[in-house]
């Protein structure tokens, strides 16, 4: 125990505060390592606060586990109330409230978490063949966080599975860098590879995960939308041609059919001269 305990006081002290007027208040608060962690909350008074005692509950989540009734001096323009924690483990990072007992209930809650991952581009289209490198980064510009590790993950189905890049060198690889970035790079492209991949930074007090989606296309399918196009407009130039062809073989018949009718409209007008000029001579 004595052990334990000088681990605990070996930790790095940290206070953090929530100022609250008339309504509650959330405050993120980002931890890395094992903590002793104070937290600290203040309750403006106002004019309409007759009381000389304020009670406050303190709750984990949504479990109460401290209870107090301050007093209030003349000089005070504050309600004030204060808890301390030990966060050792992930078990530790939880949401921590303390709760003013006044008429509707003000909170200041307290949201503790790990570092966040951040991912510039969370969907990456790639080529058959070819390779891509998949980037995240724990942490800020203005702040960076080294986690204990990192892991990367892909998805089998409903599950993830662990990707080791050791014993699959001639896939993947780890490209080594900074401790708040990591990246995988995935080659020989195919269009198995498409799908989701998750990075996991591993803290002493939690994991944080991010993911990218990718997509592998065939290098025919950008020219997909082209192609359809392309025989959109031969089949159209087809139509045109067939439909000229056939206007044109019809203007044909019809010019045939006039020359035939003309033929037979002057056959017609000889045979009628041939008789009148018979018909003439025999009555002379």
């Avoid at 401790?179 to 269009?191: D, P, R």
Wanted: proline share 4%; aromatic share 8%; charged share 25%.
């Amino acid at each position: 125990m004595q052990g334990v305990n000088s681990a605990v006081t070996s930790f790095p002290y940290m206070r953090e505060n929530i100022t609250i007027n008339e309504a509650s208040v959330t405050k993120n608060v980002i931890l890395e390592k094992p903590t002793r962690l104070e937290l600290m909350c203040s309750l403006v008074i106002n004019s309409a606060m007759k009381m000389e005692k304020m009670e406050v509950v303190w709750k984990i989540d949504d479990k109460e586990i401290k209870n107090e009734s301050i007093s209030r001096n003349p000089t005070d323009t504050k309600w004030c109330s204060q808890h301390e924690i030990n966060v050792i483990n992930k078990d530790d990072i939880k949401n921590y409230a303390c709760v003013f007992k006044t008429e509707p209930e003000i909170s200041a809650i307290f949201h503790l978490q790990v570092p966040e991952i951040h991912i510039k581009s969370k969907q990456i289209v790639s080529y058959v063949g070819d390779y891509v490198v998949l980037s995240c980064t724990v942490g800020e510009e203005k702040k960076h966080y080294q986690p204990s590790s990192w892991a990367w993950h892909t998805a089998n189905g409903s599950e993830q599975v662990a990707l080791n890049a050791t014993l699959m060198p001639e896939k993947y690889l780890i490209i080594e860098g900074p401790a708040n970035i990591t990246k995988l790079k995935i080659l020989s492209l195919s269009e198995k590879d498409s799908g989701l991949y998750w990075c996991e930074a591993i803290f002493p007090v939690g994991e944080s995960k991010g993911n990218v989606s990718l997509t592998v296309l065939t290098y025919m399918t950008p020219l997909k939308p082209f192609l359809g196009i392309a025989a959109e407009v031969v089949i159209l130039v087809a139509a045109i041609f067939i439909y000229e062809m056939i206007s044109r073989k019809k203007e044909v018949q019809v010019e045939v059919e006039k020359e035939l009718e003309q033929a037979e409209t002057l056959k017609s007008e000889d045979s009628n001269g041939v008789e009148n000029s018979s018909t003439r001579q025999r009555k002379t």
